[in-house]
């Protein structure tokens, strides 16, 4: 019993993958570092271009870490170079950067398969993901994760015209936290943020406030 209490309340790494617009980044970023101040270590992922522009994550205050990755965005005919962002473009060629993020199904999966088999020796954010949070227009991620899956893919549950995801309790697989549009939809509260590491039961739909 006291084993399950102590594998229960262990720090989390969380993978953090929004959008290509800051409209989206931010308010990821942001989640990020309220994740790492209650002690879990966060990958966010996302082109380099981006990351560089982000604000800088301060140290002080969080007990966890932020570490960024940068995936190199694929080239697309027609997208202007350094273009990796939504404000780096006009509205008419936006599409041309959902062309190139899709090209990044492969470069993730390469950085899923590797996070999936750290073993974490060297600290938290080396060893296996336990959540991957994602935006809206991966429809490509969910395949990559049910590959590193060691159990049935996470359930999934209609509530009141909103996705509620269940992550079974005891079971060692990366669940999938779906967040729509800019503003995420099914976004867990500061409290139940801190019991992402508890039972795991669901993260349901309520305003992050």
């Known amino acids: 019993m006291a084993g399950d209490e102590q594998q229960q ?3 989390l790494h969380v993978v953090v993958f929004p959008w290509l617009a800051f409209g989206h980044l931010i308010p990821f970023l942001e989640l990020s570092k309220r994740l790492a101040a ?3 270590a966060v990958t966010f992922v996302s082109t380099p271009r981006n990351v560089a522009r982000l604000p800088p994550v301060p140290a002080a ?3 966890g870490q932020v570490r960024m990755v940068a995936l190199p965005l694929p080239a697309v005919d027609g997208l202007p170079e350094g273009a990796e962002s939504t404000a780096d473009l006009p509205p008419e060629k936006v599409e041309l950067l959902k062309a190139a ?20 020796r060297s600290g938290e954010l080396e060893r296996r993901p336990d959540w991957v949070v994602l935006d809206f227009a991966h429809h490509w991620l969910c395949p990559i994760a049910d590959q590193h899956q060691k159990v049935k893919p996470l359930a ?19 669940p999938l936290l779906a967040i729509r ?3 995420p939809l099914d976004r867990p509260t500061r ?13 349901g739909s309520s305003n992050f406030t």
């Open 9 to 11: 309340q262990a720090p």
């Open 156 to 174: 999934e549950a209609k509530r009141r015209g909103r996705t509620s995801l269940v992550r079974p309790a005891g079971t060692s697989l990366i």
């Open 38 to 40: 209650r002690g879990h």
């Open 101 to 120: 993020f899709d090209g990044l199904a492969a470069p993730f999966a390469d950085f899923l398969a590797a996070a999936c088999s750290a073993d974490g």
């Open 181 to 183: 549009g800019g503003i």
């Open 191 to 203: 409290r139940e943020l801190g019991r992402l590491s508890a039972s795991g039961r669901r993260v």
């Open 61 to 63: 205050g969080l007990s």
